[in-house]
Structure formats: structure tokens, C-alpha cells
């Protein structure tokens, strides 16, 4: 093992190193200035990744925002969303499937299953924790959060409209 020799805030393996391998240090403040810049600009980074993230998805009349699913410790998973439908006439989610789960449902808050959603025109449908939600059943495997996955909805006029489900741990207002 050859010996280490620090020179200048620098560890160098041997006195016999190339000089290639040996880079100048860094004045002090520039070293500063950079972590500072990082700091800075990380949040700013995960913001516009989740700004990415919040795009709303279209089909027809009708807009999804914000699909999210909360992560999963069983074969069981719940998503939330927000639905729009800004057209002149009443649409429905009669349906949902995924490669992630063998069954998908429309619940109601207490559990019971629905055969369909109402979208009324201009009277958004929110799915949200303690209120209606989409119920996966049979997960392939289970949702981390970060994890990502499709997610086909079906609507009765506007047709099928593919989406971007995202896990976390939800919005802060979701309760």
C-alpha cells in the first residue's frame, strides 16, 4: 500500500503521482460559493421535477389532474385524482386498469363499489383519502414512493385516456 500525503487540502496517493492527478485546491470562498449554489438549486430542481410531474392529463372534455397513489405495504393500493369535465354534457369514469394490479374499483368512501363515476359539466370529482377513490387489488408488486405507473380510465363519451400515476406520500391538504 503506498503511503498518503496530503498537499493542500488534497490527498495524493504517492509523491510519485502523475501530476494530472494532482489538482490545485480550490481559493476557499469559491468552494463556499458553490455549496451555496447547490443548496440553493437543489429545491428548485425537485420543484420543476414535480411542477413536470403535476401536468394535467386530456381526453375529450375532460381533464385529470394530480394522479397519485399512496404507497403500498400489501397487495392492496388506493389512488386520488381530480377530475374535470368541461364540456356542455354529463360524461362518466365507468372503468380503470393498470399492469400493476389484476382488479381495479371505484369505491365509494366507505368502501362499497361503484359501477361508475358522474362527471357533471363544470363540477369536479375529486378522489381523495377518506372520500371516493380508484382501490387496486392484486399488485404485481408493492408502490414505493417515487415509483410511477400507468393507468388506463375509461369514460363513457370521451373514451380511454392513458395517465402517469405517481406514489407518494400525498398533498399536505389531502385529508
Not at 420543484?47 to 375529450?60: K, L, W
Not at 397519485?68 to 369535465?85: C, D, G, I, Q, T
Amino acid at each position: 500500500m503506498m503511503p498518503k500525503i496530503a498537499i493542500a487540502n488534497h490527498i495524493v496517493l504517492s509523491s510519485a503521482a502523475p501530476a494530472a492527478m494532482v489538482r490545485p485546491p480550490l481559493p476557499q470562498g469559491k468552494r463556499v460559493a458553490l455549496s451555496r449554489r447547490a443548496v440553493i438549486l437543489a429545491p428548485l430542481a425537485l420543484g420543476i421535477a414535480r411542477t413536470a410531474q403535476a401536468e394535467p392529463f386530456r381526453v375529450g372534455t375532460i381533464t385529470v389532474f394530480h394522479p397519485w397513489a399512496k404507497p403500498s405495504v400489501s397487495e392492496a393500493a388506493a389512488l386520488f385524482m381530480r377530475l374535470v369535465n368541461d364540456g356542455p354534457r354529463t360524461d362518466r369514469l365507468v372503468g380503470a386498469m393498470t399492469p400493476v394490479a389484476a382488479h381495479v374499483f371505484l369505491r365509494e368512501y366507505e368502501g362499497s363499489t361503484l359501477d361508475y363515476y358522474d362527471l357533471l359539466p363544470r363540477r369536479p370529482v375529486v378522489l381523495r383519502p377518506g372520500r371516493r377513490y380508484i382501490a387496486l387489488r392484486g399488485l404485481i408488486r408493492l408502490l414505493a414512493v417515487d415509483d410511477s405507473f400507468p393507468l388506463t380510465l375509461q369514460f363513457a363519451e370521451a373514451g380511454p385516456l392513458v395517465i402517469t400515476v405517481i406514489v407518494e406520500e400525498g398533498p399536505e391538504d389531502a385529508g
